[in-house]
């Protein structure tokens, strides 16, 4: 195959990735995604194939995060081609793991035979378990909005979605390469994928029946179509007020709480000044009214601590809980070691200390917790979460990354978590994506970035017990032991060989 076919074929799979990942979501592309770069590397060597595979992680990375060089040229601000260096290294760094992954493909397939395509595939979510990600951007979460091939992940999570994605893209490579001789892999494949869509149908019936039986939780919902950089113009009561006016907006529908996003108030809600104006907001408007804030503290010392809150007023005015963020955001909130030793070269960067435990607020005898930001894309953490929580309540504020893919990016991986643990999620963002994700999967709210938002939605209270909250989880690190085994079997061979 002339080489820059192969490069050509490398960076149109990359390029289809972006196609699948949101706003666009066309999700049936991933099935098909792979198979031009897996056709690129089949019969090369080793370097061959990891160059290959770098060239469309390259291309992948750099167009699915591309909104970095926009949010750092704004916000930073730092200029733009300084920007697009840093974007430049950051795709470099990550896209990787696609080389070193896509490496072993041609050696997989000349040692197992036809046994390469579920056996990759296991290598790839070995690599998407291992690998430490600060946005945990799996292959299978590009199918959130296929509801029922999405239903899987209620059972082996979205890494499980990964599998059969890498599954379905090599038996149609192999279908391909063999010119229909080797038809078993593609066989299985099709016959999988049914499965799934088969279970997937009877699932999502069944859990939108429930959904329409549940008991209902009236929220009222804000968001706000302003830009950031006019916002931090504005004084600390300008911002305090628009947030007062949408709530006596949304009021008169009589909601049982009301949600303010993350960071829509600098101050501690405990100052003695705005606490009584904030408890006399409730108690006008007869609601519970939860709101994400700072909290800062001085100490005798002279130190300070910081904290990333969420606190809430019942309807008589009383602040009767508080969470603390538990994972600060790195090089956001906080400068991880050893790059801590630059913070007073770095303008932006908080201090923020992490929060020691989840909370669990109840209102009307529902209980719910408050995962702030990007702790709603965290696995482990939103399991910890669920735990005693009849619906997840996540605020975070995606303003700092302006009009970009970044805000739909984000609520996917947290519409993800709740279909993983089957729990309801209503998330607050700033400027949006605001929603509400039901255990179904379906999205009755999607309010789009930039545009106001003040709406009473009643969310049905039906969390589920996922297979994979039980367990279903250790599918990802069961396809871990298999890929490691098999890079175990050709490295003992190439050793043995040598």
């Known amino acids: 195959m002339n080489p820059w076919l192969r490069r050509t074929l490398a960076v149109v799979s990359g390029l289809v990735l972006t196609l699948v990942s949101p706003p666009l979501s066309w999700a049936p592309l991933h099935w098909f995604s792979f198979v031009p770069v897996f056709i690129a590397v ?17 291309a992948a990375v ?7 060089a926009e949010t750092m040229a704004v916000f930073a601000p730092m200029p733009m081609p300084v920007a697009v260096a840093i974007l430049v290294l950051f795709t470099s760094v990550f896209g990787l793991p696609y080389g070193l992954i896509l490496q072993f493909l041609p050696l997989v397939r000349r040692r197992f035979g036809a046994w390469w395509v579920p056996l990759f595939a296991c290598v790839w979510v070995m690599a998407e378990r291992l690998q430490p990600a600060l946005f945990p951007y799996y292959q299978g979460v590009g199918q959130y909005r296929s509801p029922w091939v999405w239903q899987l992940a209620s059972v082996i999570g979205s890494m499980g979605l990964s599998f059969l994605i890498l599954l379905v893209n090599g038996a149609v490579a192999e279908l391909l390469l063999s010119r229909g ?26 859990v939108t029946a429930q959904n329409a039986a549940a008991p209902t939780f009236r929220v009222g919902m804000v968001q706000q179509g302003v830009h950031m950089q006019t916002r931090l113009q504005d004084r600390g009561e300008v911002i305090v007020k628009s947030w007062v006016d949408l709530t006596r907006k949304v009021a008169k529908d009589h909601p049982q709480l009301v949600v303010w996003p993350e960071g829509s108030i600098f101050y501690n809600p405990t100052d003695p000044v705005l606490q009584p104006y904030l408890a006399k907001l409730a108690k006008g408007t007869h609601t519970s009214i939860l709101m994400g804030a700072g909290t800062h503290v001085e100490n005798p010392d002279g130190t300070t601590h910081d904290w990333n809150s969420a606190y809430m007023f019942d309807a008589t005015g009383e602040i009767v809980g508080r969470y603390d963020k538990m994972w600060p955001l790195p090089f956001g909130e906080y400068l991880p070691w050893p790059t801590s030793y630059l913070a007073p070269f770095i303008a932006g960067v908080g201090n923020f200390q992490p929060g020691l435990e989840p909370h669990i607020f109840e209102v009307d005898g529902v209980k719910f917790s408050t995962p702030i930001c990007y702790e709603a894309i965290l696995d482990s953490q939103m399991r910890l979460m669920g735990t005693g929580a009849d619906f997840y309540l996540n605020i975070t504020n995606d303003a700092w990354f302006g009009d970009t893919p970044a805000p739909h990016q984000h609520a996917m991986l947290a519409a993800a978590e709740a279909m993983q643990n089957g729990r309801p999620m209503v998330r607050i963002a700033y400027t949006g994506i605001s929603l509400v994700v039901l255990p179904s999967g379906d999205m009755p709210v999607y309010a789009e970035p930039f545009t106001d938002l003040a709406e009473v939605v009643a969310v049905p209270i039906a969390p589920i017990e996922t297979v994979y909250r039980r367990g279903g989880w250790l599918f990802a690190w069961l396809c871990a032991a298999v890929g490691a085994g098999t890079l175990g079997v050709l490295g003992w061979e190439s050793r043995r060989n040598s």
Not at 42 to 58: E, I, N, S
Not at 181 to 206: E, M, T
């Open 62 to 68: 750099f167009t699915l995060f591309h909104w970095l």
């Open 181 to 206: 001789k080797r038809w078993a892999p593609a066989a299985v494949a099709a016959g999988l994928w049914l499965a799934n869509l088969a279970f997937g149908a009877d699932r999502y019936a069944r």
């Open 42 to 58: 089949h019969d090369v060597d080793r370097k061959q194939a990891f160059r290959l595979g770098y060239l469309c992680g390259f």
